[in-house]
């Protein structure tokens, strides 16, 4: 790919449609929104209304992050709280896909508002090749699916939606995102799902089931690190186990832990990491994770598995 060439017809795109008009970007921090984000930048400057959604969802301290990263690059980030609306409309889903389909339905109604709020005529997102291909073949809902699957966005949200990533693989758009002059704190970054720690949780997502698998999350990143996964996360599990603290029995909770390796997300093959490391992650998490007592290491590829759990 002529990343260069790639870049220059795509502001060229989004400056021909856009015109004079408003433009509104859904800013998550992740490799994709992010290049999508100064490609609108770049194409209509002043006129990209740059919206981060805060949808409790989220990794820890995400929405200063993104604020500050941006600002760096003379791009202003706002910041919506819409916490309270995702969990309203995730309660009482276990099943991955109805939680998807609560999110998507959710996500871009609240973008729709945010459109309309904001004057913008349009709505850049960073929908890429991977997340077509596994809605249509029905592997799983991507959230940023619509058009693709049958559903206008026009007609449903109010939104016309522009998508100029959505021929590109994840380590394509790194390229371009290199290109545009994105740090590596968010070039290099690790994929994360649109429904964020939604994805991360095995049967009804909580405030307080979302908190446990923040903090694990946090210290898995950490830990793995070093180690340069395509991808890790902690899953919290529905099922609980018997375990001990301080002398006393304690039903508690199940962290797996995940990492792997994987160039387009398409197939992805386990990091095998070392035992030592392995330990250490245990003993964070039950330590540092209140009511965490038991800790599983994943060991399934893509396939038969997907990357995330949900």
């Not at 004079?20 to 209509?44: F, I, M, N």
């Not at 990794?59 to 200063?64: L, T």
């Not at 609980?240 to 797996?256: N, P």
């Not at 390796?261 to 964070?284: F, G, H, I, N």
Request: proline content about 5%; aromatic content about 6%.
């Amino acid at each position: 790919m002529d990343v260069q060439a790639f870049i220059a017809q795509q502001v060229e795109e989004i400056r021909g449609i856009v015109g004079s008009e408003k433009a509104l970007v859904a800013l998550s921090g992740g490799v994709d929104s992010s290049t999508v984000a100064l490609l609108g930048h770049r194409a209509v400057g002043d006129q990209l209304d740059c919206l981060f959604i805060d949808d409790g969802l989220m990794r820890k301290n995400e929405g200063p992050m993104v604020q500050e990263t941006f600002a760096r690059l003379g791009v202003k980030v706002r910041i919506m709280d819409a916490a309270q609306r995702f969990f309203d409309a995730l309660k009482g889903l276990p099943d991955p896909e109805e939680k998807r389909k609560a999110f998507r339905d959710t996500f871009y109604r609240t973008l729709g508002e945010a459109v309309r709020e904001s004057g913008a005529k349009f709505m850049l997102q960073g929908t890429i090749a991977a997340d077509v291909i596994e809605t249509q073949k029905g592997i799983k809902t991507q959230h940023n699916i619509l058009e693709q699957i049958g559903i206008d966005p026009a007609a449903e949200y109010g939104l016309c939606i522009l998508e100029p990533l959505k021929t590109l693989f994840k380590h394509e758009v790194r390229e371009v995102a290199r290109a545009l002059g994105l740090p590596p704190e968010i070039s290099e970054r690790q994929p994360f799902p649109g429904p964020g720690l939604a994805t991360r949780i095995v049967g009804e997502v909580t405030p307080e089931r979302v908190a446990t698998v923040r903090e694990a999350q946090a210290i898995v990143e950490e830990e793995l690190e070093e180690l340069k996964p395509f991808q890790c996360m902690a899953v919290l599990l529905s099922d609980r186990a018997t375990g001990l603290r301080d002398g006393e029995r304690e039903l508690g909770q199940i962290i797996a832990v995940r990492a792997v390796y994987s160039k387009d997300a398409m197939t992805a093959d386990v990091v095998q990491v070392p035992w030592e490391k392995l330990t250490r992650l245990q003993q964070r998490i039950c330590a540092e994770v209140p009511g965490v007592v038991k800790v599983l290491y994943d060991l399934t590829p893509k396939p038969p598995s997907t990357i995330e759990y949900v």
